[in-house]
């Protein structure tokens, strides 16, 4: 019982140290066999310092499930207390006032807990050579709860004015890949159509079935008649035209799926 409660805080080599440490034990071990170094006595006892180090510092793998299972759930834990009243972001960025006090008072309280999580990390992904397992601040909070006025780095705010078609239309790479096989001329010409053209094409596009990104789907689809009723300034396309794309797109899937057909017989 007392194994699974002892608190480990030891630093451990991190992917990028782990390789470097490789290499000059590699770098030792052949500088034993080159007949051109005289003091090989010291060599042998650099090699000894650097194997021993190496031991010692390089992450180990859990032993079994059970180790790991208990690791990962210290780890979650350690990290649940860690983050409250760690500073944002912004505040590290523009350190307003009592960012330094807060980031001293977060670090002085949770220094220990910190140690342990980076041990607990680097062994659990111990030979996976990710080197961001260990990083903090990929959970740093992005909201700020201090005052930003009179921050020692201010930084800018820039308001871009409203786009009179409303917000960007956005077609996902599935949705382009797919109109470039059925028709290529149109995949060319996506990047010169207007917002409400390239609204009106996803809507046609996404009626016939093609791959549909979810997200840019609910934004495209769902949104751009809302947000273009009622807009001036460009003549939306007619009915006509929306039919055309539709018989352009069906023939041209039609016939690929002919010579698909055919190139099989």
Request: hydrophobic share 35%.
């Amino acid at each position: 019982m007392e194994a699974q409660t002892q608190v480990h805080t030891k630093p451990l080599l991190r992917p990028d140290q782990v390789e470097s440490a490789k290499d000059e034990i590699k770098n030792l071990e052949s500088k034993l066999v080159n007949k051109h170094i005289e003091d090989k006595a010291e060599v042998q006892r650099q090699l000894r310092r650097a194997r021993r180090d190496f031991e010692n510092q390089v992450p180990k793998a859990p032993e079994n499930p059970d180790e790991e299972g208990r690791m990962v759930k210290r780890a979650k834990s350690l990290l649940s207390a860690i983050i409250p009243g760690m500073c944002s972001q912004e505040e590290m960025r523009k350190a307003p006032p009592g960012a330094i006090d807060k980031h001293r008072k977060w670090e002085s309280l949770n220094k220990t807990r910190i140690m342990e999580w980076k041990h607990l990390m680097l062994r659990l992904t111990a030979g996976s050579g990710d080197r961001e397992a260990a990083n903090l601040e990929r959970h740093r909070p992005t909201a700020s709860t201090l005052n930003m006025d009179y921050a020692q780095i201010p930084g800018k705010q820039i308001f871009l004015p409203d786009s009179p078609d409303g917000l960007g239309v956005t077609l996902s790479d599935a949705q382009i890949a797919g109109i470039r096989e059925l028709d290529p001329e149109l995949a060319d010409r996506l990047g010169s159509l207007t917002n409400r053209q390239r609204a009106q094409v996803k809507e046609v596009v996404t009626g016939i079935g093609l791959t549909v990104d979810p997200v840019a789907s609910a934004l495209g689809k769902i949104g751009a008649e809302k947000r273009l009723a009622g807009k001036k300034g460009r003549k939306p396309w007619t009915q006509e035209q929306k039919d055309a794309l539709v018989k352009r797109l069906a023939d041209a899937r039609e016939a690929k799926a002919a010579k698909q057909a055919q190139s099989k017989q």
